[in-house]
């Protein structure tokens, strides 16, 4: 079970958030945050390829400003996973902060996915909510992670571009959470195209080299997930409760130019408790935090 009190004390967490978390990383914010990788989550193997850059200048390496960013900004998160070593490799950052779960909650994250070369990276970005914070999040071997969470390719060189994950079980394409007219997690699937057309993005259908607004939204019994406001994934709320997360993983072993290149930076992550999950917390912020299952 996920306790709040419990977790922060074994893990260090802070206590359940009672206000907003907004992080737009101009700062060195990597205090707030757990960080887990194959070095030290109990499903990684023991070496870790990955960095976690926290204050990353962005601006200084060329990408334009984030959507939801002011101008003079110039932070984010940067991320990178199996940079040299030629293995899988999975990098999650938890920010220190639960949530219970309420009537509702929004979370809110820009996105830069840096891809080079055709395609087929098999590195995913990972977002999520709902996290007891002991593992990283990978949607392939070793399957890992807990609550919800999405996970994307930034150039539509898998056969699953958008998967998503409910409390331990990845889930495939077909199923009818994913909101396009074959129920495809493949790129090539009508609404992926709309979001990302040809002639606007340098891979139709995915995210890569341009900013994206992540949006997961926690109401009515439901989870949606929406990309640049189109929702993408709509699946029954398991369990909201707990830590949110952003991370990256390559999910194979290869490892060659372009792959050493390939990163992806977070800016702008805003979670909003709607006030009867703000009620709830404050009063059972001594309280364990229930997991529906």
Same mark, same amino acid.
């Given at each position: 079970m996920k306790k709040a009190v419990a977790m922060a004390c074994v893990r260090g967490l802070a206590a359940p958030a009672f206000a907003n978390i907004l992080d737009n990383f101009e700062v060195d914010s990597s205090a707030n945050y757990t960080i887990l990788t194959d070095a030290n989550a109990p499903s990684g193997d023991g070496t870790a390829d990955s960095t976690a850059t926290f204050?990353?200048?962005?601006?200084a390496a060329g990408i334009p400003l984030a959507p939801r960013?002011? #101008?003079?900004?110039?932070?984010?998160?940067?991320?990178? #996973?199996n940079d040299l070593a030629g293995e899988?490799?999975?990098?999650?950052?938890f920010h220190n902060s639960a949530f219970v779960n309420g009537s509702s909650l929004h979370m809110q994250v820009d996105m830069y996915m840096g891809v080079t070369g055709t395609g087929g990276t098999t590195e995913f970005s990972h977002i999520g909510i709902g996290s007891d914070g002991t593992d990283f999040n990978s949607i392939f071997t070793p399957i890992a992670g807990d609550g919800h969470f999405l996970a994307m390719?930034?150039?539509?060189?898998?056969?699953?571009?958008?998967?998503?994950?409910v409390e331990g079980t990845p889930v495939n394409s077909g199923d009818a959470?994913?909101?396009?007219?074959?129920?495809?997690t493949n790129a090539t699937g009508d609404t992926y195209q709309s979001i990302f057309p040809?002639?606007?993005?340098?891979?139709?259908?995915?995210p890569g080299n341009g900013w994206v607004t992540v949006d997961i939204q926690v109401a009515g019994g439901e989870v949606t997930y929406s990309l640049n406001g189109t929702p993408i994934i709509r699946t029954p709320e398991v369990d909201a409760s707990g830590l949110i997360s952003l991370g990256y993983t390559d999910a194979f072993t290869s490892v060659a130019d372009p792959f050493?290149?390939?990163?992806?930076i977070y800016d702008n992550l805003e979670v909003v408790p709607e006030p009867a999950s703000l009620a709830l917390l404050a009063l059972g912020g001594m309280m364990t935090l229930r997991r529906r299952r």
């Open positions: 204050a990353f200048d962005y601006i960013s002011t #101008a003079g900004d110039r932070g984010g998160l940067r991320m990178t #996973a899988a490799d999975h990098i999650t950052a390719t930034g150039e539509g060189g898998s056969s699953s571009d958008y998967r998503h994950f959470s994913y909101l396009n007219s074959t129920n495809t040809s002639g606007s993005w340098d891979y139709p259908g995915s050493q290149s390939m990163f992806v």
